[in-house]
């Protein structure tokens, strides 16, 4: 199924695509989500200082819970997880490549076939697809190439299109796949 319902265009598509322009791409669509996420992990944090602070109170009111610190050692982990996984979404891989754009274009489809896409989005030289891996799980994969380079990024998804800041590998194990297929074609 062809989906063309992204806002987020880059000029000039049928064009080879820079680095930037593939960076400026890929987190267009995700501004409100990872504000959102960002809102939560700092939350979390807060509670889990909240938590660690009833937990380290020598005079309180109340008795101590063992549950204090759990809890807050759960949320302060949660809070820092989430801020150092968000970057990780809009992590690049870039493969050098000889091949002519056909060729590259031709890569990429055949590499589409090896997928279960449930969605496409295909413009010039870039493609969003969104997948589902053998697990059942969403993953967004978008792929650009220029004259030099193939450029590659992964990351999971949720079926309504939204990302959570909790993938358990998922965008690693997505981005490894990818990254073999077109490391493997880019120049024989």
């Keep these: 199924m062809v989906k063309n319902a992204n806002n987020a265009k880059p000029e000039n598509l049928n064009k080879p695509m820079t680095e930037q322009q593939f960076k400026n791409f890929i987190r267009q669509p995700d501004k409100i989500q990872d504000a959102i996420n960002y809102i939560v992990c700092i939350l979390a944090i807060l509670a889990g200082l909240f938590f660690l602070s009833l937990a380290l109170q020598i005079s309180t009111n109340r008795p101590k819970h063992a549950l204090d610190i759990y809890a807050a050692i759960f949320l302060l982990s949660m809070g820092v997880y989430g801020l150092w996984r968000i970057p990780k979404d809009y992590e690049i891989v870039s493969i050098n490549s000889d091949k002519t754009l056909e060729q590259k274009r031709q890569i990429t489809e055949n590499y589409l076939l090896t997928l279960n896409v449930r969605n496409r989005f295909v413009s010039g030289v870039l493609y969003r697809i969104r997948y589902r891996n053998k697990f059942l799980n969403s993953v967004d994969l978008c792929v650009a190439f220029d004259e030099k380079r193939f450029f590659i990024s992964a990351k999971g998804a949720d079926n309504y299109g939204g990302k959570g800041m909790i993938d358990?590998?998922?965008?690693?194990?997505?981005?490894?796949?990818?990254?073999?297929?077109f490391n493997g074609k880019a120049s024989i």
């Design 168 to 181: 358990f590998g998922l965008t690693r194990r997505a981005t490894k796949r990818a990254k073999q297929h």
